[in-house]
């Protein structure tokens, strides 16, 4: 039987030490046919070594540009050999089952991404995610579903970035990640147009992957009020109905953003405040948006 030649694809920035424990975790993994990728954003010497003695046959691409999430992504992706390609954050670890189950699934060719579920490093009795709602269009956000489904495979209106397999072939014709977002809502996007082209999504409820969360951009840093700001109004614009949007950015910047200003405000977080005011200055130039902060 010929095995599915499957390429893990991680994006490290600045967090080598990180990264070394989730190739320990996919050294472990008994999967025969597997090819894995580290892209080093932002990266001006080469840490190669210091991966492979971790997991000596890994694939090391340098980037001395910040590509973000998806741009880093992309640049894996396009060297990557396998049949799958599967998103890996560096944050989490992987154990030996889940690939099997998650190629299984999508032998249904309905099937364009399929995530596992997600549980919190340190506490893996919790939940972070087995699914999402779909995005709100008033608020235009969205929460994670952290609640276990009874059954074993689950609809979902958008994967997870931070661990998603796929066929090569869905992402040959859906294309490449957005990579205007640079980070947040971008696998949202890229979500809606692999269901428009007619594929599901799913969640497997029977296979997880340990996230450690947030470690790359703090969970509560200027930088993540910056982009996940930015985004969300320039997701909104791009997705909404035209009376969507209209009531989007009538509740957007008559109620949420002035709540969030003085909130930061009476905390007296001065950055926050200034990169908040920046992603509403900067979200009229989407959809080419790129690294801005």
């Not at 995610?129 to 209106?157: H, M, W």
Request: glycine content about 6%.
């Amino acid at each position: 039987m010929i095995t599915p030649r499957i390429s893990i694809i991680t994006v490290n920035y600045k967090q080598p030490w990180v990264t070394c424990e989730l190739l320990d975790s996919i050294k472990n993994l008994d999967y025969p046919n597997l090819e894995t990728i580290v892209v080093d954003n932002d990266q001006h010497y080469d840490d190669s070594i210091l991966y492979r003695h971790h997991l000596p046959k890994v694939k090391v691409i340098n980037s001395q540009e910040n590509l973000g999430f998806a741009g880093a992504n992309n640049l894996g992706i396009r060297e990557a050999t396998g049949d799958y390609i599967m998103l890996l954050n560096n944050d989490t670890e992987i154990e030996n089952g889940v690939l099997e189950r998650l190629i299984e699934v999508l032998q249904d060719d309905k099937i364009g991404a399929v995530s596992p579920v997600l549980r919190y490093f340190e506490a893996p009795e919790k939940i972070q995610f087995a699914g999402f709602t779909p995005i709100n269009k008033l608020t235009g956000r969205n929460q994670l579903i952290s609640e276990l489904p009874e059954a074993s495979l689950v609809d979902s209106p958008y994967f997870h970035g931070a661990a998603v397999l796929m066929p090569r072939q869905v992402i040959d014709e859906c294309g490449l990640m957005p990579e205007d977002y640079f980070l947040y809502y971008e696998e949202i996007d890229w979500s809606v147009k692999i269901k428009e082209a007619g594929y599901n999504i799913k969640v497997c409820t029977e296979v997880s992957v340990l996230h450690k969360e947030s470690i790359t951009t703090g969970k509560n840093s200027p930088l993540k009020v910056y982009y996940q700001n930015r985004n969300r109004v320039a997701f909104m614009n791009k997705h909404a109905s035209p009376a969507s949007k209209l009531f989007f950015n009538l509740f957007y910047h008559g109620i949420s953003m002035p709540v969030n200003a003085l909130r930061h405000a009476l905390k007296g977080e001065k950055k926050h405040l200034a990169a908040l005011f920046k992603a509403i200055r900067h979200a009229s130039i989407a959809p080419q948006m790129g690294m801005a902060f």
